[in-house]
């Protein structure tokens, strides 16, 4: 089963001002690609692995060939962690639903979970994801995560994911960081967070 490169669900400028299309085409066509290809490429040799989906190819990293072991974490991450975080942006919603709740009741407030994931999200030293995971206890945490890794990895549900390699900003942001996390949280799909939510405590994988 070869891996493919999913299609974003909104035009490139879709997200303007907050990322610009031209950021937006490369991000997807080129990075994102990039991450595609190489995965199924490490996985050429390996007919049991490609009968894997994704998920369960990241979930058992461990028993992945040391060979391709490396390849499989940084590409097949890359391709997972880009596949949710397209799905995950939209202009114009507000937090709600029951994630919200269970935002409040595990950060105190939503705008304690806003400071303290855009606190850890700049701290994340070079590149990197900030994450917003269900745990094994089926409550909400941060997770702050290197590289291309994904948090089910760690045997963690993803519900909320932020790009800050230098890559998904740096046309528009530069070197501020601090920025385009903000934009950020101008441009989270609530609704498609909170059926992450929902599905997660049930155990089905979106």
Do not use: C
């Not at 058992?60 to 097949?76: L, Y």
């Not at 390699?165 to 960081?177: D, G, I, S």
């Amino acid at each position: 089963m070869l891996h493919t490169l999913p299609e974003i669900p909104y035009a490139y400028d879709a997200l303007e001002p907050y990322i610009d299309a031209r950021t937006m085409e490369i991000h997807h066509t080129k990075h994102h690609q990039t991450y595609v290809d190489k995965l199924n490429a490490a996985l050429e040799n390996h007919k049991e692995l490609q009968q894997k989906t994704l998920h369960q190819l990241l979930k058992g990293i461990d028993t992945v060939p040391e060979t391709i072991k490396t390849a499989v974490r940084n590409h097949g991450g890359g391709h997972a962690n880009h596949t949710l975080f397209w799905q995950i942006l939209k202009t114009g919603e507000k937090p709600g639903g029951e994630i919200l709740k269970a935002i409040e009741d595990t950060f105190g407030s939503y705008e304690n979970f806003e400071r303290d994931f855009s606190t850890g999200a700049a701290g994340l030293f070079g590149s990197g994801w900030m994450w917003l995971v269900l745990d094994e206890k089926g409550k909400p945490a941060l997770l702050p995560l290197p590289n291309q890794d994904s948090p089910i990895m760690y045997k963690k549900i993803p519900l909320l994911g932020l790009d800050v390699w230098e890559h998904a900003y740096y046309l528009k942001y530069q070197n501020r960081r601090p920025d385009y996390i903000k934009a950020f949280f101008e441009i989270i799909h609530w609704p498609a967070v909170n059926e992450r939510y929902k599905a997660g405590l049930e155990g089905v994988i979106l």
